[in-house]
Every structure is written in C-alpha cells, then in structure tokens.
T-cell receptor
C-alpha cells in the first residue's frame, strides 16, 4: 500500500521567507510525528499529533515553527521567517501508536530537504 | 529518556553475519529497545524492537542482555543493501517519540 508521502521533496527559500511542508500519513494512522535532521546528525523530534490533537510540541525550536493537523490526517509544518540554521531535512512519520497504549512502529516519509539561502 | 551508546562505524563483508552493539546502562524497566536504520537519502526504517526477550523477524534478530543494559542487533547475512546508519533507541511505554543518537554507520564490502 501507499506509504508516507511528503511534499515538496526539495525546497529552497531565501532567508526571511515563510515555508510550508506537507505530510500525507498512511491512511488510518492515528499518530503523526515531525522530526528535523541536520546534515550528518540523527533525526530530532519536533512535535507529535494524535488525530488532530497536538499532544507534544516540546521539540519545536522556536515560535517560528508551527504544525497543524486540522482533520486528523494531512499535516503541515510551517516555518516563518526562515533562517539559515533551519536548513535541514524535515521528516514525517506516522503510526498507529496511542499514547499510553501499545507501541507500533513508525513509518517515515522520504523527507523534505529545506535549504535556506 | 535513557541514553544509548553505539560505535560510530562498523565494517562487514557481504554475506557474513553482523553484530551491532548498543549499550543502555540507564534503561528503566518500562523502556522498549527499538532499532531503526536509515539508508542514504531515505527516511528511517523500522527494523525490530523488544522489551526483555530476544526477538526475531524477517529482517534481523535482537539479542537483549539479561540485565537489559545492552543489546545486539544481528543481521544474519549482510548484503550491500544493508549499508546504512543503524540507530538503537529506547522508548518508554507512555511516549511515542523517538530520540535518535548518532547511530552506527555500517559499511558492507563486496
């Protein structure tokens, strides 16, 4: 079946521009995660949704970062006034994980590579 | 979240077994041990997870020490497609987020 898809795959933004990154999770998956991966590093957690509720946003690096999942399916990560340090691959993952419940593996998309010039 | 320690890199020959170690001396009783791998230019991919007992699946085996302070991911016959960064991650039962470290970069030589 279809996996997690992300768009665009590549984005170049000038410093100060706003960007929006889209994630289409696997159909029916309750949980959705966003991660940021800098070059040569492991992914770092940004935020977590269970259905449309954002239950954990402890990893968002600043108030310029905002994520939403209004209908509990597609999610958008928005970065306002991009800075050079925002350059990274942004990964989305979905699973049937329920907080406090049984663990399920996370399925990752291919990522969006953001370059801020 | 408890921390894991892995070697930065390992090498293997094709079609030989590979044992990837992970130390997690501060693991708590409810932490699961997960392994993910990331092939070049792709998102991470789930490999296996366990709690106390050894686990096998079609991709790999996970051997967990009796005191749970270390574990080993075993690839039974490495192929060139297994060249990737392998991450050992601990997760509590009440949180879904994955805390990745640097992982182990596995090179497979033909």
């Amino acid at each position: 079946g279809a996996g997690v898809s992300q768009s665009p795959r590549y984005k170049v933004a000038k410093r100060g521009q706003d960007v929006a990154l889209r994630c289409d999770p696997i159909s029916g998956h309750v949980s959705l995660f966003w991660y940021q991966q800098a070059l040569g590093q492991g992914p770092e957690f940004l935020t977590y949704f269970q259905n449309e509720a954002q239950l954990d946003k402890s990893g968002l690096p600043s108030d310029r970062f905002f994520a939403e999942r209004p209908e509990g399916s597609v999610s958008t990560l928005k970065i306002q006034r991009t800075q050079q340090e925002d350059s990274a691959v942004y990964l989305c993952a979905s699973s049937n994980y329920l907080a406090g419940g049984r663990l399920f593996e996370q399925y990752f998309g291919p990522g969006t590579r953001l370059t801020v010039t | 979240d408890a921390k894991t320690t892995q070697p930065n890199s390992m090498e293997s020959n094709e079609e030989e077994p590979v044992h990837l170690p992970c130390n997690h001396s501060t693991i708590s009783g409810t932490d699961y041990i997960h392994w993910y791998r990331q092939l070049p230019s792709q998102g991470p991919e789930y490999v296996i997870h366990g709690l106390t007992s050894n686990v096998n699946n079609r991709m790999a085996s996970l051997a967990i020490a009796e005191d749970r302070k270390s574990s080993t991911l075993i690839l039974h016959r490495a192929t060139l497609r297994d060249a990737a960064v392998y991450y050992c991650i601990l997760t509590g039962s009440n949180t879904g987020k994955l805390i990745f470290g640097q992982g182990t970069t596995l090179q497979v030589k033909p």
